[in-house]
């Protein structure tokens, strides 16, 4: 908070709605009364109910700010353990009642899609996380395991299921998937969703 309006009041960081009300109740008495005397002394105490009035004003949004932070991060917070839970639904409702969504929403959302399975939307909210948080690391990381899975699926399907006829009967990518065909796609998708996870673990997509 800012430190010339604590000192205004008397107050120290830390202080709370209920101090900074208080401490302004006090002080904007003591000027009313002040303010109708001659001289200086009621040309300070008018100049005073104005800098108390803005002060007060400045530290009760600052607060209410502050307050607002710490119940997202709250909320985030419920939003990743719900995700390493596995409870896709419940983390999907919760991110519905955010009304600001910044770079960490959408990324939670991204994860949430991923999950659901929807691979192109979670593209997308990585792609919005990004233009909101262009430095994040993480973001641009986990978009760069996204893009090689789906890039990778592209090139599996562009090229079909490789078939051998033998002796009339056709032996679809079943076996190849058997002896490890399929390695790759499993194995680019693990290592999107660990990342996703382990950013989850150390909270380092805030």
Known sequence: ????????????????????????????????EERFMDGEVGNHAAKMLTQLENAYNDLMRELSENAAAEDGDSSFTRVEELIKDGNIAEAQRVLDSFNERGGRWHYLQSVVFYRKNWINESKKQLEIAIQLEPDNEKYKEAYKKLNEKVNYDASRSAAGEQQTVYEGQTMNSQADNQMGGNFCANCIECCYINMCINCLCNTCCR
């Open 1 to 32: 908070m800012n430190k010339k309006n604590l000192e205004l009041f008397g107050l120290s960081e830390g202080a709370t709605k209920e101090d900074v009300t208080s401490a302004y109740e006090t002080l904007r008495a003591k000027y009313l």
